[in-house]
């Protein structure tokens, strides 16, 4: 590596000259040589579109405060391509098969590349593919950063021990004197991510939510976590970190709105004619009622991998067959609920059964004639958390101000006795 040379490209010497004429410094000012710890006849290289070395390279970068992948000239020498980012994962999983979503990775992208966000969540109904798009978005990515780091918070580890083994594989000083106190472990963290453009992935964060309570609450010990949320939010650094989850955490909100340009939510929604992939995957019959199938399902691709294969095997990949048997919820997709379903509050898990049970748009105002323990001014910003945090339940445009359920869901709840939902 050391012997690699680069060079700025036609657009990174633009970014250059206009970041140096923002710190009003001459084409060979001194302070740019003493910022980059290097020489005046390497500066005049640099600036002529000269390869010089890696170090010197990134020296210079760093002292007008332009990130070095942003301007490099990857196109001119093919060891280039060893620059690949120092990269750390656990639980990465593999996604050979991918469709739609251009539309999110290209906004993802933009906000993690040129927008320099610090903290991008991916947020959605289980299944919706969250996990699919954070490992294209990398793939597409990575090249601008010099680490990536993906950790599954699937197994609910504590942020200790998260930031240890980051510590240990990133082999920094930090690693023999770590302490007790977390708040120093997220310091010693900001501090890297500030030193290092670093790419963060943290996977599956819904682990390390409560159950039973409303959306976005830590469990007991789990607090840390939002800690080092809310400094990665506010504080400045170079670095990204993107957050995977089916709820949005509780600190979110707030950091949105004192960090709008920084702090950014993309919800995914379900597929569209991108989902008819599946079915020709399956070799799946009766294209006419794909269209039905999507909407029943919601364009969820979980779902709809998993309902492709049933009809493969047992409908014989006849879809006509399989929609007049008017069962939905098969044994995986009943599971998968549940799963979701078992983290509601009681009174979500109420709401829940009450929409199913009326079978149609259900106001806020009936909602309390069916639920009296309950106030109006619960009910609103429950029913919300349930369409925008968790999204179990939908909105419907009449009557205005009403909700249901999506198809799936609702015979699911109603395949069951209210003792065992709540």
Known sequence: MSGIKLKLSKEGWRIVEEARINKGWTCQDPRWVIGAYSSLSNLKRFRAETSIGREDFIKFCEAVE???????????????????????????????KFHGRTTELHNLEKWAVNDYCRFIAILGMGGIGKTAVAVKLVEKIRFRFDYVIWYSLRSAPLLKEVLTNIFEFLRSRQQSDLSQNNSDDISKFMKFLHSHRCLVIFDNSEAILRSGDYAG??????????????????EQHQSCLVLTGHDQHREFDLLKVKNSGTVRACRLEGLKEEAREFFIERSLSDKASWEMLITIYRGNPLFLKIVASHIEESFGGQVSLFLKRRTLVTGSIEMFIGQQLDRLS???????YRLARENKPVSYYQLQEFLPAARLEQLSPV????????????????????????????????????????
């Open 217 to 234: 609450a830590y469990q007991d010990s789990y607090q840390s976590y939002g800690d080092l949320f809310t400094r990665v939010g506010e």
């Open 383 to 422: 029913c919300e958390s349930l369409v925008s945090r968790r999204s179990l339940i939908e909105k419907c445009a009449e009557p205005l101000g009403s909700f249901t359920l999506p198809p799936v869901i609702m015979e699911y709840i109603r395949n069951f006795d209210i003792d065992d939902l709540v």
């Open 346 to 352: 009681e009174l979500e898990k109420n709401i829940m």
């Open 66 to 96: 332009v990130f070095w992948r942003d301007v490099a000239d990857f196109n001119s020498n093919p060891r280039l391509f060893c620059l690949e980012p120092i990269k750390y994962g656990r639980g990465v999983p593999d996604f050979s």
